[in-house]
């Protein structure tokens, strides 16, 4: 398989050139001896030829391993010095696992044979003998070469999976944190827009009635102290919301409720918003998520209607029926307000429509033809 051999260190390519001069030695010292005596030439070709390829073999046998395994088999014939270094690129070869190379390289080191044992000049015990060792050799090469190859692959195959395995954990733990961000970001609007918006107004009106008397300075500071208080018991809750853990699955009090529909609405008055609330069915039957739900539908709507409406009158409808929550937020827009979909933070209406998505509802806002900000959602419920 392409791409699955390692780099070599220095020592693999120590150990590997020992190997090489260790087969030569056993393979060419004999023959060198009587090529010294009896032909001193050949002695000199041979030995220079077999430095020659296991260069090569060592160098370039990965780069062209189809042309250095049949170079240095060929060259064998007559060099056998060159035997270390052939054996190390057919063993190179099988490594990659490709039979269309394999298979004719070494058809090609079989046809040698007959060559290899007609050139030695020592006498055998049986010229058959050497060239079946010689054939049972080139196969053990060939085996060796597959086995290397096939543990390559199938380490490099575990390696890509743990990679992969790796980065998809990476990735995950980053969309959770993203996700949590974007959760705790969503809940710190819902609690505390609310309450800050009603700080706002009434520091509001302190800052420009010039009218106003000790008493009434002292109720509206009151009130921005109890707001205050409320956005921070409710900050609390929204931090032991937030916890998964083993045990906090089920949402840490203070939380809200469809009934705590009605105090809000009476809070919202109380702040100088004209509100006017139509119930229909009982908000103590609807509980747990979707009656949280329902009180934050009515909160985002009284929010944005002080915010971006202030001094309009609205109309909030809640209306239980049998396996749905209808919610209903309308207000006037201001005069000079463009008849379009009203602006907002960022996250205030996309957290909410998610909100209400996770509850399997829908959530719907537009500007109907009256100039009236329409906010609708309905929210699925069981007793």
């Known amino acids: 398989m392409t791409g699955t051999a390692p780099p070599l260190t220095w020592w693999g390519h120590t150990w590997r050139l020992l190997l090489v001069l260790a087969v030569t030695a056993l393979t060419w010292v004999p023959l060198g001896l009587w090529q010294l005596r009896h032909a001193p030439l050949w002695f000199a070709l041979d030995l220079a030829t077999g430095v020659a390829c296991t260069v090569v073999a060592m160098v370039w046998r990965r ?14 014939i007559g060099s056998f010095s060159s035997g270390g270094a052939a054996c190390l690129a057919l063993v190179s070869l099988a490594t990659r696992r490709r039979w269309r190379e394999l298979v004719p390289v070494t058809l090609v080191c079989l046809l040698t044979i007959p060559f290899v044992v007609a050139v030695n000049p020592l006498p ?3 010229p058959r003998v050497d060239a079946a060792v010689v054939v049972v050799v080139i196969g053990l090469l060939v085996a060796v070469g597959l086995y290397v190859g096939s543990r ?28 949590e961000r974007t959760r705790i970001a969503r809940e710190m609007h819902d609690v505390l827009a609310h309450r800050i918006s009603l700080v706002t107004m009434h520091a509001g009106a302190l800052a420009y009635r010039q009218d106003l008397g000790r008493e009434q300075v002292h109720e509206t500071a009151l009130t921005i102290q109890e707001t205050a208080h409320q956005a921070m018991t409710e900050l609390r809750g929204v931090l032991g919301v937030l916890r998964e853990g083993p045990g906090d699955a089920v949402p840490e009090l203070p939380q809200p409720t469809a009934r ?19 119930l229909q069915g009982d908000l103590d039957d609807v509980a747990g998520a979707a009656g949280r739900t329902v009180y934050r539908v009515v909160q985002e709507g009284l929010t944005n209607a002080r915010k971006h409406a202030a001094g309009t009158p609205v109309e909030v409808t809640v209306d ?11 207000n006037l827009l201001p005069l000079g307000t463009p008849t379009a979909p009203l602006p907002g933070s960022g996250l205030g209406l996309v957290g909410l429509r998610e909100r209400v998505e996770l509850a399997r509802g829908s959530l719907s806002h537009r500007v109907s033809a009256d100039r009236r900000y329409v906010l609708e959602a309905r929210i699925p419920w069981t007793a």
């Open 63 to 76: 780069r062209f391993p189809v042309t250095v395994a049949l170079v240095t088999n060929v060259v064998s």
């Open 124 to 126: 055998g015990e049986d």
């Open 152 to 179: 390559r692959e199938l380490l490099a195959t575990l390696r890509s999976r743990a990679e992969s395995a790796e980065a998809e954990q990476a990735a995950k733990v980053a969309q959770a944190r993203s996700a």
């Open 260 to 278: 705590d529909v009605v105090e809000l609405v009476e809070e919202s008055r109380a702040a100088g918003m004209r509100v006017e609330l139509d």
């Open 320 to 330: 239980v029926g049998a396996q749905t929550v209808d919610v209903r937020v309308v």
